[in-house]
């Protein structure tokens, strides 16, 4: 059982454009994080969110926190072709030591 | 000034052999992580480390042995090579184990068992 839901899976779109990617659970998480991976590099944090209903923004990205802390979303403004990338959210479920789980990504392909 | 690295960036090998992969933080982070990701790019955590002590070990065969010599490295021992191995594995750090968890990512280590 995937913990972390990502829709969708891929999407590929002009650029211009604007773009929604969620992240679902029927868990309650504590914080969650969004990463963008490029080909041959490792994830690099973009933002953490930590309140429900928190909404942060990064440039043209805009990340929500749902009200209930299940769930997020990443919205893209005008996307570029520098926006490609895997973006991966990733909750934490508990405090003390536990682990990120990460959701299986977007694949996101912005075409000039 | 790379704040995690690799060595090496890309491993080929046979099945049965045994490799090592180092990592290592100049971040000053107490926690080192280890993660594998399929060629599906699920990334999923194999070990975890707080001071030089495993904090967490996933349900991982006993033929990976992770090693920290100090709070700044972290190494990978893989023993026995088998053709399911072949993945990126991609060493991690974090300030705060007990807080948000913030990764921060290598470049990764593409292994290929043939």
């Known amino acids: 059982t995937q913990l972390l839901e990502q829709s969708p899976q891929f999407l590929s779109i002009q650029e211009g454009e604007n773009l929604t990617v969620y992240c679902n659970s029927s868990s309650v998480f504590s914080s969650l994080q969004w990463y963008r991976q490029e080909p041959g590099e490792g994830p690099v944090l973009l933002v953490t969110v930590v309140t429900g209903g928190e909404v942060k923004k990064l440039k043209r990205l805009t990340f929500q926190f749902g009200d209930a802390r299940k769930d997020s979303s990443l919205h893209i403004t005008a996307a570029q072709p520098g926006d490609t990338g895997l973006y991966l959210c990733a909750g934490v479920m508990d405090s003390g030591y536990s682990t990120l789980t990460f959701g299986k990504g977007t694949m996101l392909l912005v075409s000039p | 000034d790379t704040a995690v690295s690799q060595t090496p960036k890309y491993l080929v090998t046979q099945m049965g052999n045994d490799k090592s992969i180092k990592c290592e933080q100049n971040l000053g982070h107490d926690t080192m992580y280890w993660y594998k990701q399929d060629s599906k790019k699920f990334l999923k955590i194999m070990f975890s480390y707080n001071n030089k002590e495993l904090i967490i070990n996933e349900t991982v065969p006993n033929r990976f042995s992770p090693k920290s010599p100090d709070k700044a490295h972290l190494n990978l021992h893989i023993n026995s090579l088998e053709l399911g191995d072949s993945a990126v594995y991609f060493c991690?750090?974090?300030?705060?184990?007990?807080?948000?968890?913030?990764?921060?990512f290598g470049p990764g280590t593409r292994l290929t068992v043939t």
């Open positions: 991690a750090s974090s300030q705060d184990p007990f807080e948000t968890y913030e990764q921060y």
